[in-house]
């Protein structure tokens, strides 16, 4: 199957009250990994990269190819979106754009509210020319994202409705949640979620959601949230499976071993995340409808 935008994705998940996974990519053992684990429990999903290290995965067109190519030898027919995660410039966007992403986000949150607004929507325009769909923030989500730290700032209802009027697909609103691990319990503003999903009728992404309870993570679906993004999470299950098996195997030199226990802790992960956003097995409904 082609990939697919993310708003064909998002849309369904939006009126049925469920949210699509988002999980980064961090190296072709999660790729692979995400993939079969979509294919096997037939869910759809959205596989990402990180602006921050595109030049680690190889770049925009290696990874587009890449992601095709891996689509195709594992022969994957459930839904698959693409998606350019915290872009940090029009021009990146544009390049992961051209190289064959089907969603991009562009991340102006560290700009004035006008400044981001203005160029999120030069980008809606060259992004829907193109059939890609696009995400955008308002506030600032905190925390720790590949090295670049900042504090949270609470999105308000007057910068996302502005920011809706760009005609983007899904607002990113940062409502207390960090990328990162979570020094105490996190603070989501279930209020201000439900004003800002009522206000733009647009489905709302939670980033920074590793670390997030269940409890939270049902609250934020019912409200309007449709898209869950998860990177630390399998970072860290990968990162102490790995560690495990390389302390288990001190005197064997075969990275078989080591990286299959790494796979592994990243596919139970994320099917347990899927089952948790009830996405899990939502793709024969997707297919039907296109
Ligand atoms: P975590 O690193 O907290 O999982 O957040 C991921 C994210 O929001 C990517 O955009």
Request: proline share 3%; glycine share 8%; hydrophobic share 45%.
């Amino acid at each position: 199957m082609a990939l697919v935008s993310a708003t064909s994705l998002v849309a369904p998940a939006l009126a049925d009250r469920y949210a699509i996974g988002h999980f980064n990519i961090n190296g072709a053992d999660w790729l692979e990994t995400y993939l079969k684990v979509a294919q096997t429990t037939k869910t759809p999903i959205i596989v990402a990269t990180s602006d921050r290290i595109i030049d680690f995965l190889g770049g925009f067109d290696y990874m587009a190819r890449y992601v095709r190519f891996m689509m195709q030898a594992l022969s994957v027919t459930v839904p698959v979106a693409l998606h350019l995660d915290h872009g940090l410039s029009v021009d990146h966007v544009y390049q992961a754009i051209d190289a064959g992403y089907t969603s991009v986000m562009f991340d102006g949150s560290k700009l004035p509210i006008g400044e981001n607004v203005a160029l999120t929507k030069e980008v809606v325009a060259y992004a829907h020319a193109h059939h890609v769909s696009v995400e955008a923030e308002v506030g600032s989500v905190g925390g720790n994202e590949n090295g670049l730290v900042n504090g949270i700032r609470y999105a308000s209802v007057a910068d996302a409705v502005e920011m809706a009027s760009t005609g983007i697909d899904a607002l990113a609103a940062a409502l207390g949640s960090v990328h990162g691990d979570y020094v105490g319990r996190p603070n989501l503003n279930f209020e201000r979620m439900a004003e800002i999903a009522a206000a733009t009728k647009l489905p709302l992404v939670l980033h920074g959601a590793s670390g997030i309870l269940d409890d939270q993570i049902q609250q934020a679906i019912q409200l309007g949230t449709a898209k869950i993004n998860i990177n630390t999470e399998v970072n860290t299950v990968w990162t102490s499976a790995v560690t495990k098996a390389l302390q288990a195997k001190r005197s064997n030199h075969d990275p078989q071993p080591i990286l299959t226990a790494g796979k592994q802790a990243i596919a139970y992960l994320v099917e347990a995340k899927m089952k948790a956003f009830h996405v899990l097995g939502k793709s024969t409904r997707l297919s039907s409808m296109s």
